[in-house]
């Protein structure tokens, strides 16, 4: 039997994950307990209780209020998805004042001011792939073709590692973002080729400086020894090598089918100039991230939505629930290209931001505006419970491939 979220009160655990129906459907639960009960026990596959948070406001209080600790989850048997134990090391485990040491060396290669410098090249490698579909001729897999090889390309480029690498890192970078039911050594194994990938590539860098990321971290690093590990620095390029390329080709590839199953293609096509509004809706609506949320640890008791967070209890921030808050939004469960009040948190809240924000934006927005202007007929080339996915767990959801086509 399974327990609706409604029954019980907010100390009686509920089994999370809820069985979803996968794809980009958000469960039903987190409407009921937003209105319920905004804070509440869950059980996880591994690591026994914690809470979920539900509603937007108490999403940002674990997300920014410096009682709750990223740090707290290194190593410690915290509730999860997936077997494997947090290894820390990376930006997203640590909490501040550590956490801003880090931080501080790559918000400036992603600042909006830096993106803006990038952006002629991200508009002329979209063109290119743009015409490899129009020369490849209608149907294309759009994953394959250009949801894909786009930000794999532009990050690889700031980054400084070889696109021609892809198939090889990207393999590896499937099993870290894969979830659930996944066994730690495969976890463990794949995170160590990336990072053994990752410190191959720090070594040229370092016997030959060029012009890009990863030598300026590593000149970070060199001038001022305290600043980073190495191993902090492999583990920094690893993160922003998966976390750069999965989460934007994902939200192109879920863009275009949202669009093209709710019908709003053509539409949007003639009103180009509703692109940027219409981005934020869809990186509000699409639940990217399905129900994973990395936890955070409360570093003291902490009343939360009418309970008490006991010290050392971990927290659920459950952000594709905080995307869909009454509270916040009119009429959330409707796709409004034109909402022009939009405080997503589809990039999260407080110190762990996401930094890529500025970056994913423009690549999105470039991609999209290409498609809709060369492509304003696009369709699905096969029926839409027939486009194949990823792994039902998968950390970020998407389409494996999306056969699209067009009147050439
Ligand atoms: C549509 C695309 C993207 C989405 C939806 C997204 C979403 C997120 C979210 C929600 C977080 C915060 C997680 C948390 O606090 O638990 C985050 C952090 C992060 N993202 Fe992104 N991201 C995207 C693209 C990118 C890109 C392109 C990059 C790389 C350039 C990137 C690099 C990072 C890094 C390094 C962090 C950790 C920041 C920190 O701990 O301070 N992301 N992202």
Known sequence: MTTTPERGTPEQPLPYPFPDGHRLD????????RATCPVRRVRLPYGGEGWLATRQAEIKTVLGDPRFSRAATVQADVPRTQEWLNPGGDILSLDPPEHARMRRLISGAFSRRNVEAWRPRIEELVGELVAGMRAAGSPVDLVDAFSMPLPIT????????????????????????????????????????????????????????RDDLLSALIAARDEDEGRLSEEELVTLGVTILAAGHETTANAIANSVLTLLVDGLWAELARHPER???????????????GQESLPRVAAEDVKLGGVVVREGEAVFPAMVSANFDE????????????????????????PHFCPGAPLARTEIRVALAALLREFPDLRLAVPRTEVPWRERTALIRGPRHLPVAWHP
């Open 154 to 209: 532009v990050i690889c480029e700031m980054l400084g590692v070889p696109a021609a690498d892809q198939h090889f890192f990207q393999r590896f970078s499937e099993v870290v973002f894969s979830g659930e039911g996944v066994p730690a050594e495969d976890v463990e194994a794949a995170s160590e080729a990336l990072m053994s990938y990752l410190a191959e590539h720090v070594a040229r860098h370092r016997a030959e400086p």
């Open 26 to 33: 958000v469960p039903p639960e987190f409407a009921e307990l």
């Open 275 to 289: 692109l940027d509004t219409a981005v934020e809706e869809l990186l509000r609506f699409i639940p990217l991230g």
């Open 327 to 350: 509270e916040v939004f009119a009429d959330p469960q409707v796709l409004d290209l034109r909402r022009s009040h939009n405080p997503h948190l589809a990039f999260g809240f407080g």
